[in-house]
């Protein structure tokens, strides 16, 4: 391996997370519902996102891989499609998670903007899960756990409504006399 091909690969790992973190900053930017949902679920059960997000994980990444290695083209279509879509799902829970990072963060520079923080906490997430060794094994691994969870979460739920008690009408009644 020469210098070359060393400072090739560091571009090419270097590029990978600008753009991941473009991406965050952008799912969170266009869709501020999904992922404010995203947050809440967050919040409220990690465990929860987290477990489930493992099971997408093994689903979603695992049946992807075994379709690309296989020999037929569509099948290796339909596995780029469900790596596709498991990023999908990655993407709004990592943009979920940015926005719970980036509240916790307004305590701490109450004069940021909303923006500004958004940037800050994707690009701390990031440089969190490029961490070797620790951010490698443990943190990539549970971000994406529970952005995956997440994000599922957050693009499967149905919007509830509050129950409205109909309005009973009393009838009048008539007495035959």
């Known amino acids: 391996m020469t210098n070359g ?11 990978i997370l600008v753009t991941l973190w473009a991406a965050i ?11 404010q949902h995203a947050a809440q679920r967050l919040e ?3 465990g929860r996102a987290i477990g489930v997000g493992i099971g997408l994980a093994l689903g979603g990444i695992g049946l992807g891989v075994v379709l690309l290695n296989s020999k037929n083209g569509l099948l290796m ?23 719970v990072v980036s509240t916790r963060m307004q305590s701490m520079a109450p004069t940021q903007s909303a923006l500004a923080l958004l940037a800050r906490s994707g690009a ?16 990539f691994p549970l971000q994406l756990f ?3 969870g997440a994000g599922f979460q957050a693009l499967t739920a149905r919007e509830r409504r509050a129950y409205e008690q109909p309005v009973v009408q009393a ?3 008539t007495n035959p006399q």
């Open 25 to 35: 900053l952008a799912v969170g930017l266009v869709f501020t519902a999904k992922t």
């Open 124 to 139: 701390l997430l990031i440089a969190a899960g490029a961490l070797p060794a620790v951010g490698w094994i443990l943190l």
């Open 77 to 99: 279509l339909i596995g780029w499609v469900l790596l596709a879509l498991t990023l999908c799902l990655a993407m709004v829970g990592s943009a979920g998670l940015a926005r």
């Open 44 to 46: 409220q059960a990690p």
């Open 5 to 15: 091909d060393v400072l090739a690969y560091i571009s090419v790992i270097l590029t």
């Open 171 to 173: 009838q009048a009644q």
């Open 146 to 148: 529970a952005s995956l």
